[in-house]
Every structure is written in structure tokens, then in C-alpha cells.
């Protein structure tokens, strides 16, 4: 006689022990690695409002406070004070030494914060500076950029006739004939000199079948002032 099978027993397998997640600092690049650098620290962004700074709480207490300060130094650097950024990134390396993890991010931050403050201090900061700066764009043919250090110049010197007519020439090369020629008009009231260097310029050659152009060029100055015979720095390639 044939026994019965019995149905086999199912057995239930005990839940698997899942270790808790090691605590990170917040990674502000979910898809980049630790290794990788942020271009522009105008790129920082938080993952979103639900995240955690901590997966689990960690057993340092002094993890919190590293990473407090952490923050209040990427804080800082979104907000391009790379000196106050620098100086608080340093205060986790320095209070800190035991938080080995978060120091690598730390040291990549840092790096930033140097190659950004040094590229600042690379911009020019006087106004002949700016203006010779000006001149190198122009004549590179980089004419946003040249614009860009004469309006800082004629914001602190409104009067600076020689950054208004190169204002005039950018304008100009950049066929924005309306801003160009009010320039031009603002140099030659401040120095009637302009008008004859504009008169040859082959910068300004864009602006010659504008009427308000040579309505410029052939009117007098309407307040003549006294000739400026200060030399001037620098010239564009055709005032040379």
C-alpha cells in the first residue's frame, strides 16, 4: 500500500540582519563621487528638504557639532565669501581631527575656496587697470568682457571720456549703434579731442552710414571745455 505523501512544511526564513548605515555628512552632489571636484561653487544645492544630514545618529557626539560647522562653511561659500568659508572649513580639520570622513570633503571645499579666491584677486581693481584691461578685450575682439571693466570704470568716474568712446568702439563692433554713438556723444562733450579720433577710427567704421553718427561727428561741442592734456594710458588697436 502506497503511503501519503505529506505536504512538506514550508519554513519560514529569519528576517536578515540589515547593519545600520554608516553616518555621512550631507552630500550636496548625489551623483558625484567624494574624488570628483564642483566646477563653480555656485552649483552646491541641497538634495531636498526631507534629507538628513545623519542616516543614524553616531556614536561621537562630536560628529554633529563637525558637521554643523561643516555646513556653516559651505553656507559661506555659496555665498562667495571665500575668506569666512575658508576659515570655517579649517575650524573642522582643526577642532576635529578624529572625523576622518569628513575631512576629505572638508579638503576638497578648501581647494574652492583658494582656486575662487585667487581667481578674485586676479581681476583688476583700479581704474587703470580696468581700462587697460579693456583695452587687451577689445583688441582680442572679447567685447562683453571689455564692456563689462569699463561700465565698473564709468560708474566710479562718470567723467572718464576715454572709457566712454572705447564704450562707444564695443558698442559699435557689437553693431548696437544706439549705445554706441550715446557714448560717443558723452565722450566728445567731455573732450573734443574725440571727435577727431572718432572721425578716423576704423573701429567706429559699423556706425558711418548713421546719420546721428556724423550728425555727431560735424555739430560743435554745445559746452566746450578746457583740452584734457593729461596723456592717456592706453588705446585701442586703431588709436595707437
Do not use: W
Not at 552632489?29 to 526631507?50: M, N
Not at 572721425?199 to 556706425?207: A, H, I, K, S, V
Request: charged share 30%; with cysteine; net charge negative.
Amino acid at each position: 500500500m502506497t503511503k501519503e505523501r505529506q505536504p512538506s512544511r514550508s519554513v519560514k526564513s529569519s528576517p536578515q540582519t540589515i547593519s545600520p548605515r554608516p553616518a555621512h555628512p550631507r552630500n550636496l552632489h548625489p551623483a558625484q563621487s567624494s574624488t570628483d571636484q564642483p566646477s563653480q561653487a555656485a552649483d552646491f544645492r541641497p538634495t531636498g528638504p526631507g534629507d538628513s544630514v545623519l542616516a543614524n545618529p553616531p556614536r561621537r557626539t562630536t560628529y554633529v557639532e563637525a558637521v554643523a560647522l561643516y555646513e556653516r562653511g559651505l553656507e559661506a561659500l555659496q555665498r562667495h565669501d571665500y575668506r569666512e568659508a575658508t576659515d570655517t572649513l579649517e575650524s573642522v580639520l582643526r577642532q576635529y581631527p578624529e572625523e576622518k570622513e569628513l575631512h576629505e570633503r572638508v579638503r576638497l571645499y578648501l581647494n574652492i575656496c583658494q582656486r575662487q579666491a585667487t581667481h578674485r584677486e586676479a581681476l583688476p581693481q583700479t581704474v587703470d587697470e580696468r581700462l587697460y584691461a579693456a583695452t587687451l578685450a577689445i583688441n582680442g575682439g572679447h567685447y562683453d568682457q571689455a564692456i563689462a571693466h569699463l561700465r565698473l570704470v564709468r560708474d566710479e568716474d562718470p567723467d572718464n571720456d576715454h572709457a566712454l568712446y572705447m564704450l562707444a568702439v564695443a558698442h559699435a563692433q557689437r553693431d548696437e549703434h544706439a549705445e554706441a554713438i550715446a557714448h560717443l556723444e558723452r565722450a566728445i562733450a567731455l573732450n573734443p579731442e574725440n571727435r577727431a579720433l572718432a572721425r578716423n577710427d576704423p573701429d567706429l567704421e559699423p556706425l558711418h552710414d548713421d546719420e546721428t553718427f556724423r550728425a555727431a561727428l560735424e555739430a560743435p561741442p554745445s559746452a566746450p571745455k578746457p583740452t584734457d592734456t593729461r596723456r592717456r594710458p592706453f588705446r585701442t588697436r586703431t588709436g595707437r
